[in-house]
């Protein structure tokens, strides 16, 4: 059996609210839309998704941005849309999706046309606060190895402002096939600084992780320490999801804040002061159970750990990606890279 692709953080295209921000997504769209290979129809759609999207945030929110990227998970590729702001929310967002209600001046123009041309589409409002929307274009189904199954699985990476390369990265595999049930791996990682020495070490830090044939989180972390040698060093955890007993254990050394998320809940796992590439001393292995309807949340320092879940309701039943992008625009800073990833594992 041909083993399942992992699912890493690849580049984000981030463009922020501004004039021309239409014209810049459409571009960098059709760029994206040739890399995946989808169909002149399908970038013809995402343009328009892009141009709706994008106007809606210069007409309405305080302060926005597109993120557009190029998502490989198992044997499809596809362009992935987020389009988030700072701004009212939507009060009635029933009748902003239907299709059709474009009253010009009116939050919410153009969702129900995404809504309709997107393969999936997902959309979060915090009234007085702003708006998160997913969608997904995806090329024809290519011949590729099926996904990292059991899970739904997503992140996000901004990096600091002024900055294209990005220090924070994720990924998740499946444990290397042996006895017992298919596990999840999933790490996230925070190199030290910011720019392109950031960046090599999460680089480094996703080619130990993947190459890993180590079972327990604590083994791989060291593993991950060992290939940072010679790096800036990072923030680095490893979790271990077990999706039908339902728990995680998770071993880190640094600081990433790590979350069982629940509709009204939130438990945090520790993580052991330290630097992988540099010293991670002993670090401990904590563990959780992994309800349904709760989520696995690992994010660096760029975002805040002060966030709180009843200040997302409705937000741990969206699809992983729109978690991630939610709690990176509302929870983040631009003073540092900001890196999340989210795993649920489906009832
Ligand atoms: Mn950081």
Redesign the pocket.
């Known amino acids: 059996m041909t083993p399942a692709s992992p699912v890493e953080a690849g580049e984000v295209l981030w463009l922020r609210s501004g004039d021309g921000l239409a014209a810049a997504g459409r571009r960098e769209a059709a760029v994206l839309a040739h890399r995946a290979g989808l169909t002149d129809g399908r970038a013809a759609d995402l343009a328009l998704a892009v141009t709706e999207a994008a106007t809606n945030l210069q007409r309405h929110a305080i302060d926005g941005a597109l993120a557009l990227r190029v998502t490989t998970q198992g044997a499809q590729a596809a362009v992935e849309l987020l389009a988030l702001d700072s701004g009212p929310g939507i009060a009635d967002l029933g009748s902003a999706l239907r299709d059709g209600s474009s009253t010009a001046g009116t939050l919410g123009v153009g969702l129900g046309a995404i809504r309709r041309l997107a393969d999936t589409f997902a959309i979060h409002t915090l009234p007085g606060r702003g708006t998160g929307l997913y969608a997904r274009f995806a090329a024809p189904p290519g011949g590729g190895p099926e996904p990292v199954p059991a899970a739904e699985v997503s992140g996000l990476t901004r990096p600091i402002n002024g900055e294209t390369s990005c220090?924070?990265t994720w990924a998740v595999r499946e444990q290397p096939a042996g006895e017992g049930p298919p596990r999840l791996l999933v790490m996230m990682c925070?190199g030290l600084g910011h720019g392109p020495l950031a960046a090599r070490a999460g680089d480094e830090a996703r080619v130990a992780f993947r190459e890993s044939r180590a079972a327990e989180p604590s083994r791989i972390l060291a593993d991950i320490h060992a290939g940072l040698k010679g790096t800036r060093g990072a923030?680095v955890a490893v979790a271990r999801v077990d999706p039908r007993a339902r728990t995680v254990a998770l071993c880190g050394a640094g600081?990433i804040s790590a979350f069982v998320l629940g509709p009204d809940s939130r438990q945090t796992l520790m993580s052991t002061p330290g630097i992988a590439g540099h010293n991670i001393g002993r670090p401990q292995t904590y563990t959780a159970d992994l309800p349904p309807g709760h989520a696995l949340v690992l994010h660096?320092?760029?975002l805040s750990g002060r966030w709180l879940p009843k200040q997302f309701p409705g937000l741990t039943a969206q699809t992983p990606a729109l978690v991630a992008a939610q709690l990176l625009w509302q929870a983040g800073t631009r003073r540092?890279?900001a890196g999340i990833v989210v795993v649920k594992v489906p009832s």
Do not use: E, F, K, L
């Open positions: 220090g924070d925070d923030a600081n660096s320092d760029g540092d890279d």
